[in-house]
C-alpha cells in the first residue's frame, strides 16, 4: 500500500514523463512535494524497490515501469473530460445523418488518430449481423474484375477475382445472375454454404467454363466472410515518438501492424473501456492499447488506440468513451 505522499510522487512522475520524455529527477519535484530533495530521493528509491519506478542507464532521474503506469491508472488517474474543440469534431461526424454507422466509426476514430497522434484501430462489425443486399462486377482486364459486395448495413466490401481459363463476358454474366439471385439476403457467414450447396449445382447445369467462375467466385465472397473488417489510421504517428526512434524497432513495429492477424487479435469481448500496458498487451512490451467492444443493431466489433507506454491514458479514454456513447451501445 503506498502511502499518500508516494502516490503523489509517482502521479508527478508519471505526468511528467509522459509530457516531456525525459527521466525525472528530485530536484524537479522538491517544491511540488514542499520538502527536501533528501525526502524525494529516499521515496523515489523506496518506488523503485517496490517495482514502480525504473532507473535509467542515462540519468539519475526515474521513469514509470509497467508496473507503475498500472498502478497509476488503476488508482491514480482521474477520468478527463473532452475540451470543446475535441468534442465539436466528433460532434460532427455522428450529427452527419449522411453516415451509416461503421462509417461513422471509422471516420470518428481516424480524427482521434489526429488529436492524439496514436494509431487507431476499428476491428468491424460481425459477418453474421450483415446480410448481402447487392452484387455487382466491375471487369478490369480479360480475366480479371473485381467483386463489389455491399450489405444490408450499408457496409461496402471488394474483392479481386481472377479468373483461370478462357471464359466468355456471357459466361461471366450468366454466373453473375445466379449468384445474385441465390445469395441476396443470404448473411455473410452462411454465404460459403449456399455457394457450394445451391449455387455451384446450377452453375454446373448452365455454364461451359463452369469450374473456372465457381472456384474464383467462391474464394472472392469467401474471403468477405472469414476476414472482419480491419482499418487503421495513423500507423506512422506512433513511429514518429521518440521512443521508436530505433530502426529495428521501427522494422519489428510496421511488421506486426501488417500482419493481420495480429491486428486481430486486438478484438476486444469486454463492454468496459480497458487499458493493456506493455507486455499484458500481447504484441509489443513497448506499447499500450485502450479498447473497447460496441454493439449497435446488429454491428459490433472493437475500436482501439494505440500508444507508446506514456501515453496520455486520460485524454485516450475519454476520447474513446465519447466515440462508444454516440455509438449508443
Known sequence: ?????????????????????????????????????????????????????????????????????????????????????????????????????SDAISKSMEIVSELTN????????????????KVEVVPIADNKMIAIVITDKGHVENRNVVIDGNVS??????????????????????????????VKPVIDKYVKEHEALYNAFYNAFSDFASKPDIKMSGTSNLLMEPEFNDADKIRNLLGKFEDKDIIR????????????????????????IIKTYYYKDGEEGTIALIGPKRMQYDRAEALLNYIKENIGS
Not at 498500472?70 to 452527419?96: A, C, H, T, W
Request: with cysteine; proline share 2%.
Open 169 to 198: 463476358k456471357a459466361e461471366i454474366k450468366q454466373t453473375i445472375d445466379i449468384i445474385s439471385k441465390l445469395i441476396i439476403g443470404v448473411p455473410l457467414d452462411e454465404v460459403s454454404s449456399i455457394l457450394e450447396f445451391e
Open 1 to 101: 500500500m503506498l502511502s499518500d505522499r508516494q502516490k503523489e510522487l509517482l502521479k508527478l512522475i508519471v505526468e511528467n514523463y509522459i509530457k516531456s520524455v525525459k527521466p525525472v529527477s528530485s530536484k524537479a519535484l522538491c517544491e511540488k512535494l514542499n520538502c527536501s530533495s533528501a525526502t524525494v530521493r529516499n521515496e523515489m528509491a523506496t518506488l523503485e524497490n517496490l517495482g514502480f519506478l525504473e532507473k535509467t542507464h542515462i540519468s539519475s532521474g526515474r521513469i514509470p515501469s509497467d508496473k507503475g503506469y498500472r498502478y497509476y491508472v488503476d488508482n491514480i488517474m482521474v477520468p478527463k473530460d473532452l475540451n470543446g474543440e475535441d468534442m465539436l469534431k466528433l460532434q460532427q461526424i455522428f450529427s452527419n445523418n449522411a453516415l451509416v454507422l
Open 118 to 133: 496514436y494509431t487507431a484501430v476499428v476491428l468491424g462489425s460481425s459477418s453474421s449481423d450483415n446480410k448481402i443486399a
Open 265 to 288: 487479435n486486438i478484438r476486444e469481448d469486454d463492454d468496459e473501456i480497458k487499458i493493456y500496458i506493455g507486455s499484458e498487451n500481447n504484441i509489443d512490451d513497448d506499447i499500450s
